[in-house]
């Protein structure tokens, strides 16, 4: 079994910028499914020494249920009043309505978005750093008064770095998935200044880059394929088989007057060109500029 990657378990740069100095953020993020049962969720936590929208959340539904809890952060710190992110691997919730105690184990290597500046940061020549690796999650999860058993995947995600994504991107996608064999991070983001870049890597036995990504999507909008080619030659594509549901994402401050990043996460099941079937998450983004 592989162990935790390379920056998953980064702790919190407590003080690293000031009142001054662009927003820094701290971000870590699980998405956890279980593509049997129907049970989907994630949990995000996003703090800064010197901006708002420090905030914890966990999204999950089952059974037709669905559950959130959403809680503000103080500086320096991933757990707030009811949610407890640990970076070495366990996620635990406790209110009236959801109780969440699951844990990560890395299924292969870390994808590590850092060297390629894929991920966009908000001040020029200091790239955010970015890290996600699949993971297997188990655990129990209360929903009212009903218990699930997860036995499921998902992936882990840590970034952190000075960050403001309603005046980094105009547009993104992002898609986590496993399969058996393997594993998916793929991204696709369009710059201010109008530029597309991708990024994004096969995990397994192997990590393979992608350096292209094509998409196409439904007549909502939402990702219905994607097409990746790799550096190494050759490329996959995927269909995706459904949309049984997801999640608004909270990303910045509330009261924002100004054009706003706008994200959703969809979990969907996905069927790879090989014929294997897996799931996963797929995350758009796109500003929304009438205010």
């Given amino acids: 079994m592989n162990e935790l990657g390379l ?35 994630c949990a995000h936590v996003s703090t800064s020494p010197n901006s708002d929208g420090r905030r914890a959340r966990c999204s999950v539904a089952a059974g037709g249920r669905s559950r959130e809890v959403v809680e503000p952060l103080a500086a320096d ?43 966009p940061g908000l001040v020029p020549g200091t790239p955010l750093r ?86 196409t999507r439904d007549a909502s909008g939402l990702l219905s394929r994607f097409d990746v080619g790799f550096s190494d030659r050759g490329g996959l594509s995927v269909e995706v088989a459904g949309h049984p549901g997801g999640f608004w994402v909270p990303l910045g401050p509330d009261g924002r007057s100004g054009p706003t990043m706008s994200s959703y996460d969809d979990f969907v099941p996905l069927v790879c060109s090989t014929g294997e079937k897996g799931f996963g998450m797929v995350e758009q983004g796109i500003i929304r500029t009438v205010h």
């Fill in 77 to 119: 710190t991933f757990d707030s009043a009811s949610l407890t992110f640990d970076l070495g691997g366990r996620l635990t919730v406790d209110t009236a309505d959801l109780r969440v105690d699951v844990r990560s184990t890395p299924r292969f290597t870390p994808a590590d978005y850092s060297a390629g500046g894929i991920v």
């Fill in 130 to 215: 970015h890290f996600q690796q699949g993971c297997d999650v188990e655990g129990d999860i209360v929903i009212g008064d009903t218990k699930i058993s997860l036995r499921g995947q998902g992936f882990r995600d840590r970034t952190w770095g000075y960050r403001d994504e309603s005046q980094t991107w105009t547009e993104y996608v992002a898609v986590i998935g496993c399969f058996s064999a393997f594993d998916i991070t793929f991204m696709k983001f369009k710059g201010v200044d109008g530029s597309l870049t991708v990024e994004g890597y096969q995990i397994g036995d192997e990590l393979r880059r992608a350096d292209e990504m094509r998409l």
């Fill in 7 to 41: 920056g998953l378990a980064e702790p919190v740069h407590a003080g690293v910028a000031g009142p001054g100095d662009p927003p820094w953020r701290d971000n870590a993020f699980l998405a956890f499914w279980d593509g049997s049962t129907g049970l989907y969720g």
